[in-house]
């Protein structure tokens, strides 16, 4: 039977010490451990994130927690955003009038009587950069005033409702009862019937004499509905979430026309860190991300530091060997994969594939990662484990999210450990730019499966310089009968274990002390999930 290839999308996933399938790009390597931490939200999470500074995203000034939680927004006037579509704001001037507009959504303050006349140069008829800047100057000092006449007025407002509840509290609140020695604390059957002939008599005299207590209303269903007048324009062409946010930010419940809609402030945006949870709990820092204060340090406009963006950066990217799919094929009942890994890292890389011991993710209502559980007896059992992963993300880039994926925990558990195959360290991807380095292996331009095997088995098929090939095969794994209806998006998925040698001059990169005492080999077992549809 000849080959079918599929244009089905194969994803390679890593598994996190919490048992979160996630994509690379979403995983974290903490320096001198032997497990990963990944980004995706999934319950119990495995990184923890903190807040460790702010900026303005059109000034870039920073700012610290502190500092950027008092203020919550930029207080330049140069720093406005458009109240309809948030798009920052620039300044404007014509006809030597001063304003601010909009380039997305062409809305200017001209609408809202916020502008100044500036003064042309009298020999070229432009208006100076010092003209500029006195006229951004005097429009920040309006703009505050409006808005602090308009939180003015709010709270004024506010105080008078205040005061009227509370006279209307003393006023209906009962008068003391007369002590008596009937009961406790005064109380007797005289002040209970006095007392509920007085409600009876304020309840007569709310009810209107024809005995209802709401006016009626007649409207006839001939005339035309009569809008209520909304000001100069009514506001049918402004998104609700913009009239919101310019309500809330001058104190309105609701704006009423265009000329309430001032300019917003410009909010800041966070830089935040993680932290490795485990690592948290084992009593150490546990960085993962650190960001710097300075938005721009990093930025090629700057003398030095070009693309350090970060004070530290664990991403697992820089670590991990990266694992693709090259070829996906079906022969028959045997779906076969072509991987393609690759060393990342500046030092050589001695990996091997082996059986995993990944059974699913572990019950919410669980403890621990979703791996085999010993019981008292020695034996192993996954009767916590979750092998239907919901919505697992499996593209960061483009935010792709897999609705369902079912893992196949037994096709690959007597798998044989493949041989080990050393990598050498990265090159730079524009040094010897189409050399010999970097041509595909004749064993893998002409590579074809053999069909002879009858078990699921995996091999390697050729390896070049820092890049290896490895044929997966995969006898049984045909779509399930869920799988298979219409109506159903379920993907399947197999696990499998990447081991790293650590020490003897492999990976010396991820800095992890050796364990074995001998001269024996340290390896390190990365759990892996390849899902297909």
Same mark, same amino acid.
């Given at each position: 039977?000849?080959?079918?290839?599929?244009?089905?999308?194969?994803?390679?996933?890593?598994?996190?010490?919490?048992?979160?399938?996630?994509?690379?790009?979403?995983?974290?390597?903490?320096?001198?451990?032997?497990?990963?931490?990944?980004?995706?939200?999934?319950?119990?999470?495995?990184?923890?994130?903190?807040?460790?500074?702010?900026?303005?995203?059109?000034?870039?000034?920073?700012?610290?927690?502190?500092?950027?939680?008092?203020?919550?927004?930029?207080?330049?006037?140069?720093?406005?955003?458009?109240?309809?579509?948030?798009?920052?704001?620039?300044?404007?001037?014509?006809?030597?009038?001063?304003?601010?507009?909009?380039?997305?959504?062409?809305?200017?303050?001209?609408?809202?009587?916020?502008?100044?006349?500036?003064?042309?140069?009298?020999?070229?008829?432009?208006?100076?950069?010092?003209?500029?800047?006195?006229?951004?100057?005097?429009?920040?000092?309006?703009?505050?005033?409006?808005?602090?006449?308009?939180?003015?007025?709010?709270?004024?407002?506010?105080? *008078?409702?205040?005061?009227?509840? &509370?006279?209307?509290?003393?006023?209906?609140?009962?008068?003391?009862?007369?002590?008596?020695?009937?009961?406790?604390? @005064?109380?007797?059957?005289?002040?209970?019937?006095?007392?509920?002939?007085?409600?009876?008599?304020?309840?007569?005299?709310?009810?209107?004499?024809? +005995? $209802?207590?709401?006016?009626?209303?007649?409207?006839?269903?001939?005339?035309?509905?009569?809008?209520?007048?909304?000001?100069?324009?009514?506001?049918?062409?402004?998104?609700?979430?913009?009239?919101?946010?310019? @309500?809330?930010?001058?104190?309105?419940?609701?704006?009423?026309?265009?000329?309430?809609?001032?300019?917003?402030?410009?909010?800041?945006?966070?830089?935040?860190?993680?932290?490795?949870?485990?690592?948290?709990?084992?009593?150490?820092? +546990?960085?993962?991300?650190?960001?710097?204060?300075?938005?721009?340090? +990093?930025?090629?406009?700057?003398?030095?530091?070009?693309?350090?963006?970060?004070?530290?950066?664990?991403?697992?990217?820089?670590?991990?060997?990266?694992?693709?799919?090259?070829?996906?094929?079906?022969?028959?009942?045997?779906?076969?994969?072509?991987?393609?890994?690759?060393?990342?890292?500046?030092?050589?890389?001695?990996?091997?594939?082996?059986?995993?011991?990944?059974?699913? &993710?572990?019950?919410?209502?669980?403890?621990?990662?979703?791996?085999?559980?010993?019981?008292?007896?020695?034996?192993?059992?996954?009767?916590?484990?979750?092998?239907?992963?919901?919505?697992?993300?499996?593209?960061? $880039?483009?935010?792709?999210?897999?609705?369902?994926? &079912?893992?196949?925990?037994?096709?690959?558990?007597?798998?044989?450990?493949?041989?080990?195959?050393?990598?050498?360290?990265?090159?730079?991807?524009?040094?010897?730019?189409?050399?010999?380095?970097? &041509?595909?292996?004749?064993?893998?331009?002409?590579?074809?499966?053999?069909?002879? *095997?009858?078990?699921?088995?995996?091999?390697?098929?050729?390896?070049?310089?820092?890049?290896?090939?490895?044929?997966?095969?995969?006898? @049984?794994?045909?779509?399930?009968?869920?799988?298979?209806?219409?109506?159903?998006?379920?993907?399947?998925?197999?696990?499998?274990?990447?081991?790293?040698?650590?020490?003897?001059?492999?990976?010396?990169?991820?800095?992890?002390?050796?364990?074995?005492? /001998?001269?024996? /080999?340290?390896?390190?077992?990365?759990?892996?999930?390849?899902?297909?549809?």
């Amino acid at each position: 039977m000849p080959p079918s290839t599929t244009s089905d999308q194969v994803n390679v996933l890593y598994v996190d010490h919490q048992g979160h399938p996630a994509p690379l790009s979403s995983c974290y390597h903490a320096t001198g451990t032997r497990r990963l931490s990944s980004s995706v939200e999934r319950f119990p999470p495995s990184t923890l994130t903190e807040i460790d500074s702010a900026y303005c995203p059109q000034c870039l000034s920073f700012h610290d927690v502190a500092s950027a939680a008092r203020e919550g927004y930029c207080p330049k006037a140069s720093c406005q955003s458009c109240p309809i579509c948030f798009t920052a704001l620039s300044l404007d001037v014509q006809d030597q009038l001063c304003f601010y507009n909009c380039g997305s959504c062409a809305w200017d303050s001209r609408s809202c009587q916020l502008t100044y006349n500036v003064k042309p140069d009298d020999e070229t008829g432009s208006v100076s950069r010092v003209e500029l800047a006195r006229a951004l100057e005097e429009l920040g000092t309006v703009l505050k005033t409006k808005r602090e006449t308009a939180l003015q007025t709010a709270e004024q407002y506010s105080k *008078e409702l205040s005061t009227a509840w &509370e006279q209307r509290t003393k006023q209906q609140q009962p008068k003391p009862a007369p002590k008596s020695k009937d009961g406790p604390e @005064g109380w007797s059957v005289e002040t209970l019937e006095v007392s509920l002939q007085d409600k009876k008599k304020q309840f007569a005299a709310d009810v209107p004499s024809d +005995g $209802l207590s709401v006016q009626i209303e007649h409207v006839s269903l001939d005339d035309p509905p009569q809008l209520p007048s909304l000001g100069e324009t009514i506001l049918s062409d402004v998104p609700q979430v913009s009239l919101e946010m310019s @309500g809330l930010t001058l104190g309105y419940e609701s704006v009423p026309s265009p000329t309430h809609l001032l300019p917003l402030p410009m909010p800041y945006r966070v830089r935040e860190s993680r932290r490795c949870r485990a690592e948290l709990d084992e009593g150490r820092p +546990g960085i993962l991300l650190k960001p710097k204060l300075n938005p721009l340090e +990093g930025d090629s406009s700057l003398r030095s530091g070009h693309g350090q963006w970060w004070k530290k950066d664990s991403s697992a990217i820089h670590v991990m060997p990266r694992i693709g799919v090259l070829k996906h094929e079906m022969h028959g009942n045997v779906r076969v994969f072509l991987l393609k890994v690759t060393n990342p890292t500046l030092g050589p890389v001695r990996l091997r594939f082996a059986s995993s011991n990944y059974q699913g &993710e572990k019950d919410a209502f669980g403890e621990g990662p979703g791996q085999f559980t010993k019981s008292k007896d020695g034996t192993t059992t996954d009767d916590d484990c979750l092998t239907t992963l919901p919505n697992l993300l499996v593209n960061e $880039l483009f935010q792709v999210y897999a609705p369902g994926v &079912e893992l196949n925990t037994q096709i690959l558990q007597e798998m044989k450990r493949t041989d080990s195959v050393e990598l050498q360290s990265a090159e730079d991807s524009f040094i010897e730019l189409g050399g010999k380095s970097r &041509e595909i292996p004749d064993a893998v331009q002409n590579w074809k499966f053999d069909a002879r *095997e009858s078990l699921s088995a995996m091999r390697l098929v050729a390896s070049s310089a820092s890049t290896a090939f490895f044929e997966l095969s995969l006898v @049984g794994a045909t779509t399930t009968p869920e799988a298979s209806s219409s109506s159903s998006t379920l993907q399947m998925a197999v696990p499998l274990a990447l081991e790293l040698e650590a020490g003897n001059g492999s990976w010396e990169s991820s800095l992890i002390p050796k364990e074995t005492k /001998d001269d024996a /080999d340290d390896w390190v077992a990365f759990d892996l999930v390849i899902t297909w549809t």
